[in-house]
């Protein structure tokens, strides 16, 4: 039990409170913007709709009326997740025992069975992808968008890449470098390692985002995904780090290392000129960086029929997919990979 000091009128801001414990956590801090957005508009609804003096002393059917002013503006599956928040913010605060009980609990089991918290995406042709990365026109942001789509990585991972993790040659262009000893004997290749996490050094560089995945992976390089490398790297600025990063921002941040959220600004950037992005649409209407990687998913795995090698090119855990994959890579992971790979050109 937390002692007196904690006790809820001890707390003059609750949500403050909240946000310093998490950020101790290890919580990065645009997971705390987030927290921090949805926690401030629900404070300022209970404040203005029924004169809560405190979050903390809100319950069920306050909480209630907030999701359901929610509905005219988010999709179901972003109002799913700003609830989670909530829910989380009112549990911590319970458990540590400066709220007496959480008010979301039976919100939460009314949503789980409203709300379709593992929607169905739009659905996307190649013909129509096709169309779109024809309209990105700068080689940082086609090469960003067309290696998602033919990898699909992460956001996260793309980020991570080094010169190091791409076996690619390159004679028409006076670049040299050495590829990682993972990649000797695997030419026009990129390589995902499972190494980098938040805050850790790696390569001579701390890094700002995480590979998610448990396996390192070796991912084919086809001859389109290539030439469009082939283009960014023409014109890759000087690297900043020491760990000479594959994609640099060529914006304010010239030569740094390119960030998640500038790939999620680039992607969002095109998919709402397309008509695939809306504030608020959530995960069935708009197209993100994430969903890159169903899209790869999917139309692969429906055009190879294996889902082994789709899990072993995610990176997705399963040690049958490892061993037999890690071990049959250049012969069948390869030639799989290039007769079923989609032509985004």
């Not at 957005?37 to 609804?45: H, K, M």
């Not at 695939?276 to 069935?284: D, F, I, K, L, N």
């Amino acid at each position: 039990m937390a002692s007196s000091a904690d006790a809820p009128d001890a707390i003059e801001d609750p949500i403050a409170y909240f946000l310093d414990d998490q950020r101790y956590h290890g919580k990065s801090e645009r997971t705390l913007e987030a927290y921090e957005r949805v926690l401030r508009e629900f404070e300022a609804f209970v404040r203005e709709r029924f004169d809560a003096e405190s979050v903390s002393t809100v319950g069920r059917r306050e909480c209630m009326a907030w999701v359901h002013s929610l509905r005219d503006r988010f999709a179901s599956s972003t109002i799913a997740t700003y609830a989670s928040y909530l829910n989380r913010f009112y549990e911590y605060m319970t458990q540590v025992g400066a709220f007496e009980e959480n008010p979301m609990v039976l919100v939460m089991e009314e949503l789980s069975e409203s709300i379709d918290t593992n929607p169905t995406r739009r659905d996307i042709s190649v013909p129509e992808m096709r169309e779109f990365v024809g309209s990105v026109s700068h080689p940082l942001e086609r090469a960003a968008v067309v290696t998602l789509l033919k990898t699909g990585m992460r956001v996260g991972e793309l980020c991570n890449l080094d010169l190091r993790d791409c076996h690619l040659a390159v004679p028409e262009l006076d670049l040299e470098w050495t590829p990682r000893v993972q990649l000797e004997r695997r030419p026009a290749s990129l390589f995902v390692s499972s190494e980098p996490a938040r805050g850790q050094t790696i390569n001579g560089e701390k890094r700002t985002a995480s590979n998610k995945r448990e396996r390192e992976t070796v991912i084919p390089v086809d001859d389109e995904l290539r030439r469009v490398l082939l283009e960014w790297l023409a014109i890759r600025p000087d690297p900043l780090s020491p760990a000479d990063p594959l994609f640099l921002d060529t914006g304010d941040g010239w030569g740094e290392r390119l960030e998640p959220a500038d790939v999620q600004y680039i992607v969002e950037k095109h998919a709402r000129e397309r008509g695939w992005y809306r504030t608020g649409g959530g995960a069935t209407e708009n197209v993100t960086p994430h969903y890159f990687r169903h899209f790869f998913t999917t139309h692969l795995r429906d055009r190879t029929g294996d889902r082994g090698i789709v899990k072993y090119l995610r990176g997705d855990v399963a040690d049958d997919v490892i061993d037999t994959y890690t071990h049959d890579w250049g012969d069948r992971v390869r030639s799989v990979y290039e007769r079923h790979i989609y032509s985004l050109h």
